[in-house]
């Protein structure tokens, strides 16, 4: 459990609290990470659950998450991501402890906020790569969902992790899988120099290398990849039950509409998240496993 306390500055009164606060740390070898949470103001209640479980493919733990609510500008924020790290947990790390507060800096974010997430991501990925000998070659996948007064929420991803939605049962996906093979990827990557490999038994890479084609970081790559989000606003009303994210480590081995039902049934956010991740291993998902369901009382 980690709080933070930032000062609105100009004002003697404090501008900003985060009130509830649960993120992950580096999990390093430890097997699993959970917990839950609640927002406090909102007359939409907006309950969260999360877990995170190493995958089996020898490597440490690569994944971060975070899940906590905040005050910011007269307006209570739910700020939830999953960062999927590869070649090392230092991207994901950065991104964990500075994304949100870059998004959150940006002048247009009350006026405008799909501009502010992309400017947000555009110069967060700047910034990794000025300073990769520091943070290492690796890269990190992202969704992150920004929830305001219990009401709106905004989704943006780069790379494979993903945001499904639950309406009246029925399972949406809103997010983009960045996978080089398709043709606006594959268009994008070639123009810029690049090529997408596709080896049998393999599944398609960026030049070879890796298989999203957006990503932060990933420094010998960074010609050839893309760090825009594509970006998703929906209003949170009556027919809104919830939202799940995760990485691919889940989605892999599990289709939307199979990791909503199993939600559905399950009142406690947490303990469904662990009912996804739990499923997702008995499928043989050899991958790190990171989910975070968010619940909505309208």
């Not at 998703?232 to 039902?261: C, P, R, T, Y």
Request: negative net charge; glycine residues 8%; proline residues 3%.
């Amino acid at each position: 459990m980690q709080g933070l306390v930032l000062d609105g500055g100009g004002d003697t009164m404090m501008k900003s609290i985060i009130f509830h606060v649960t993120t992950a740390a580096c999990l390093g070898s430890s097997s699993s990470d959970t917990g839950k949470g609640q927002s406090k103001l909102s007359s939409n209640k907006v309950t969260h659950g999360f877990h995170l479980v190493e995958g089996r493919s020898g490597h440490d733990m690569e994944d971060y998450h975070v899940a906590e609510y905040r005050y910011e500008n007269d307006h209570e924020l739910g700020l939830f991501a999953i960062y999927d790290g590869h070649l090392g947990d230092s991207v994901a790390n950065y991104l964990k402890a500075n994304l949100f507060n870059n998004i959150l800096k940006e002048p247009l974010f009350w006026s405008d906020p799909e501009e502010a997430i992309k400017n947000a991501y555009s110069s967060t990925n700047k910034y990794i790569l000025e300073n990769s000998k520091q943070l290492g070659p690796g890269g990190s996948t992202a969704v992150t969902a920004i929830v305001v007064d219990g009401k709106d929420m905004w989704i943006a991803n780069i790379g494979d992790s993903r945001a499904v939605v639950c309406e009246r049962g029925t399972a949406n996906q809103l997010t983009v899988d960045h996978e080089p093979h398709t043709t606006n990827e594959r268009k994008r990557i070639e123009k810029q120099g690049g090529f997408v490999s596709t080896f049998p038994g393999d599944v398609p890479r960026v030049n070879g290398q890796l298989a999203v084609a957006r990503a932060f970081g990933d420094q010998s790559l960074k010609a050839h990849l893309s760090s825009e989000p594509d970006i998703k606003h929906i209003q949170i009303n009556s027919n809104v039950e919830f939202v799940i994210l995760a990485s691919d480590g889940l989605w892999k081995v599990m289709k939307n509409q199979e990791a909503v039902n199993l939600v559905k049934s399950t009142k406690d956010p947490q303990t469904a998240a662990k009912r996804l991740t739990s499923e997702a291993l008995d499928r043989m998902s050899k991958d790190d496993i990171s989910c975070i369901v968010i619940r909505f009382r309208c």
